[in-house]
C-alpha cells in the first residue's frame, strides 16, 4: 500500500471542499463521542466488586426497603449454611445541624461494632480507634473523606436529630476510617439507637436490612436464595441481592443515563456512518470510469477495494485526530471550568482515545466497503462507458 | 512465416441483454504477425473496439478461439488476465483516459505500480518513456493542464512504459486535430518501426490507415476480406 501512498492521497485531496466537510463532521462526531464516552467511564467505569464486596448480601423486605423486619431475622440467617457472618444495617435519616445545607447531608448506618470490620474487612481504621468504637456504646467512626469534610477528629461530638426514629442520637467519633469503596459513611452501634427506642417505648425491634457475608463465591447465589426460602412463608418475606446490585439500585436513573449516554453514542455512530457512506459512494460514482482505466492497466479488484477502503480511512483518521483533540480541550475546560461538572473528572484517557480511534477506523472502512466493492465488481467496459 | 502474435479463429461475440441480442463480432479470422502495423477500419457500430476489446481480454468471446501471444485467453483467470494485460498489452483510447488528479509523469508510472521496479527505477521508467513522446518537460503537469494532443501522448507513453508486445489502439486520433494527429500517428509508427511493436489500430481516417502494414474493413461485425490498400 506504500507505493500507492500518492495515488492514496490525490484521490483523498481530489474533491477539497467535500473532503473537508466530511473530515469535518467525522471530528465533531468523533468528538462528542469520545466526550460522551469519557463521561461513561466517569459514571460507570468504576472498578469490579471486590472480592471482599463480591461476597456480601443485603438482605431486605420484599415488598420494599421501607418495610422492616423482626431483628431476630438476624440469627436465623446465620444459621444457614454457607453464612459466615450477619448484621444489621440499618439506615438512620435523621439530620446533622442545618439539614436545608446539601453538604450536611450523609450516609448514617447503625451496625454492629463487633461484626462491622469483619463483614467489611476492607475497612482500615487504627486499632485504637476501633477499640474505643467497639465499647463506646455511643462512639461512631466517620470516613475519612466525611471527617475531613466537618473537620472532626476523635473524641469531637455529633448530633443527629432522627427522623424516621423519634429519637436524638449523640455520638462521640471514636475514629477515623479508611474504605476504598466509600469512605463518606458514617457508623454507630445499633445497641445505642436500640436502647433509645425502648426508652421512647416505640414498639418491637425491627430492622431495615441487614447485611450478609457469605463464605465463599460459589455460594453466594444458593445462600442468597436460602435466605429468602427461610422468610418466604414468615411475617416478612425477603429478598436478597448482593451488595453491588443494591448499591446500583440506587443508582437506576443512572441506569437510564447509562441507556441513554449509549443509545446516543450509538445514533450518532450510525448517523456519521451514514453520512460518511454518502460521501463515499458518491466519490467512487464519479470515478467508475478510473476503475475501468485502472483494470485496463492491469489493476485487480481487490487492489481497487483496498485504495478506496484507505482512502476514507485516512479521512476518517484524520477527523478522528482533530475530534480528539477537540474532545481534549473539551474536558480540560470542565475540569477548570470550577462548575460542579469537574467533579466527573472527565478525561481523554488512552482507553477512551483508543475506541476513538477504532471508531475512526470502522467508521473509515464501513463507508466504504460496499461501494468500494460494487465498483470495483463492475465489467471493465461498462465502467469504462460509465459517464459520471 | 514466424507464429502469428494475434490469431483467431471463428470468433463471435454476441450481446445479449433482456429486450435485444446483438452480434457484433461474427466468426472473425484473423492472424496479425509479430512487427505488424495492423488498421482495422469500418463504419461505426461494425465492431472494431469490440474486437480490440476481445485481443486486450477486456471482455470475453462468445464464441471461438483466440490466442494472443501463444496464450488461449479463454483459459486464463480473472486474476491471470489482470496480470498478463499489464505485461503485454498496451490501451489507448479516444478518450486518453488519464487519471486527472495525477500528474503526467504519475499517470505513466501507474502501469509499474503493478510490478517488483522499486520506486526509483519506475520513475526512471516513466519518465524514459515521456522522454519517448517528447513530454519529459511536462512531467509535473497535471492532464487538465495538457492539450489534446500532448494528453494523448502521456497515454501512449502510459501504454508503452511497461515495454508491452502489442499496442492496441481505439481510434487515437479521433479528437485530435490534424497536426496532433499527425504526432501521435508519427510515434505509433515509430513504435511499430523503431522498437518492432506490433500495433493494432483503428481508425476512421483513411490517411491514418496510410501509416499501416495492414488494413483490413470490418462491416456489421464480419471481416471484408484482404483488400488493395494494403501497401
Ligand atoms: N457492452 C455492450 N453491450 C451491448 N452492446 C454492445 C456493447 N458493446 C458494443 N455493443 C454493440 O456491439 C456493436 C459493435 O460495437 P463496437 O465494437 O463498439 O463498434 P465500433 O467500435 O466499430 O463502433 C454495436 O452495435 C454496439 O452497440
Ligand atoms: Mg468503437
Known amino acids: ?388 | 512465416m514466424n507464429t502469428p502474435v494475434i490469431a483467431t479463429r471463428k470468433l463471435v461475440k454476441e450481446f445479449v441483454r433482456a429486450n435485444f441480442h446483438i452480434l457484433a463480432l461474427h466468426e472473425i479470422d484473423i492472424s496479425i504477425e509479430a512487427g505488424a502495423f495492423f488498421t482495422l477500419m469500418g463504419p461505426s457500430g461494425s465492431g472494431k473496439s469490440t474486437l480490440l476489446h476481445l485481443i486486450a481480454a477486456m471482455d470475453r468471446p462468445t464464441r471461438g478461439e483466440i490466442r494472443v501471444l501463444g496464450e488461449d485467453l479463454r483459459a486464463l483467470s480473472n486474476r491471470a488476465i489482470a496480470q498478463w494485460r499489464n505485461r503485454h498489452i498496451g490501451f489507448i483510447f479516444q478518450s486518453f483516459n488519464l487519471i486527472p488528479v495525477l500528474s503526467a509523469l504519475e499517470n505513466v508510472e501507474l502501469p509499474l505500480k503493478l510490478t517488483d521496479l522499486s520506486h526509483r527505477e519506475r520513475w526512471e521508467h516513466a519518465l524514459t518513456a515521456l522522454e519517448l513522446v517528447g513530454l519529459a518537460d511536462h512531467a509535473d503537469h497535471l492532464p487538465g493542464q495538457l492539450s489534446g494532443g500532448q494528453e494523448q501522448r502521456v497515454a501512449i507513453a502510459r501504454a508503452i512504459v511497461t515495454d508491452p508486445d502489442i499496442i492496441l489502439a481505439d481510434e487515437p486520433t479521433g479528437n485530435l486535430d490534424a497536426e496532433a494527429a499527425q504526432e501521435v500517428l508519427m510515434l505509433l509508427s515509430r513504435l511499430n518501426r523503431e522498437f518492432g511493436k506490433t500495433i493494432v489500430m483503428v481508425t476512421h481516417d483513411p490517411h491514418a490507415a496510410s501509416y499501416a502494414t495492414e488494413v483490413r474493413h470490418l462491416e456489421k461485425g464480419e471481416l471484408k476480406a484482404a483488400s488493395s490498400e494494403t501497401p
Open chain 1, 1 to 388: 500500500m506504500v507505493r500507492y501512498a500518492s495515488l492514496i492521497a490525490a484521490n483523498a485531496l481530489r474533491n477539497r471542499r467535500r473532503s473537508a466537510l466530511t473530515v469535518a463532521s467525522i471530528a465533531i462526531s468523533l468528538c462528542l463521542l469520545a466526550v460522551l464516552g469519557a463521561a461513561y467511564l466517569a459514571l460507570f467505569g468504576e472498578p469490579e466488586a471486590s472480592p471482599a464486596e463480591a461476597l456480601r448480601l443485603m438482605t431486605h423486605h420484599k415488598v420494599s426497603i421501607t418495610q422492616p423486619m423482626p431483628v431476630s431475622f438476624e440469627a436465623r440467617i446465620r444459621q444457614i449454611p454457607g453464612v459466615a457472618d450477619a448484621m444489621v444495617w440499618q439506615w438512620f435519616g435523621g439530620t446533622y445541624k442545618d439539614a436545608r445545607d446539601p453538604r450536611n447531608f450523609f450516609a448514617r448506618f447503625a451496625v454492629e461494632p463487633a461484626r462491622l470490620f469483619g463483614i467489611r474487612s476492607e475497612l482500615r481504621i487504627p486499632a485504637g480507634h476501633r477499640a474505643r468504637f467497639q465499647q463506646e456504646r455511643t462512639g461512631c467512626i466517620a470516613g475519612r473523606k466525611l471527617a475531613a469534610r466537618f473537620a472532626w477528629k476523635p473524641g469531637d461530638r455529633v448530633t443527629l436529630l432522627g427522623d424516621i426514629f423519634p429519637v436524638t442520637l449523640e455520638l462521640t467519633i471514636a475514629g477515623i476510617y479508611d474504605d476504598p469503596n466509600n469512605d463518606e459513611i458514617l457508623y454507630f452501634n445499633y445497641e445505642y439507637l436500640r436502647e433509645l427506642l425502648k426508652a421512647e417505648d416505640a414498639g418491637p425491634d425491627q430492622v431495615g436490612v441487614f447485611i450478609v457475608q457469605v463464605k465463599s463465591l460459589d455460594a453466594v447465589i444458593p445462600v442468597a436464595d436460602a435466605i429468602d426460602k427461610e422468610f418466604e412463608n414468615s411475617t416478612a418475606p425477603t429478598e436478597t441481592v448482593t451488595e453491588r446490585a443494591w448499591q446500583l439500585s440506587f443508582l437506576s436513573f443512572l441506569g437510564n443515563l447509562k441507556l441513554f449516554l449509549s443509545s446516543i453514542c450509538g445514533a450518532l455512530g450510525f448517523t456519521v456512518l451514514l453520512v460518511c457512506a454518502n460521501t463515499i459512494s458518491m466519490a467512487v460514482r464519479e470515478r467508475i470510469r478510473e476503475v475501468g482505466i485502472m483494470k485496463t492497466l492491469g489493476f485487480r479488484p481487490g487492489t481497487l477495494v483496498a485504495l478506496t477502503i484507505a482512502e476514507s480511512t485516512c479521512l476518517a483518521l484524520a477527523g478522528g485526530a482533530i475530534g480528539l483533540g477537540l474532545a481534549e480541550i473539551l474536558c480540560v475546560m470542565v475540569q477548570s471550568s470550577g462548575t460542579a461538572y469537574a467533579a466527573l473528572n472527565l478525561r481523554i484517557t488512552a482507553e477512551v482515545a483508543l475506541a476513538s480511534c477504532a471508531a475512526a477506523v470502522a467508521l473509515g472502512v464501513g463507508s466504504s466497503a460496499l461501494p468500494a466493492w460494487q465498483a470495483s465488481r463492475m465489467n471493465i467496459l461498462d465502467a469504462l462507458r460509465h459517464t459520471g
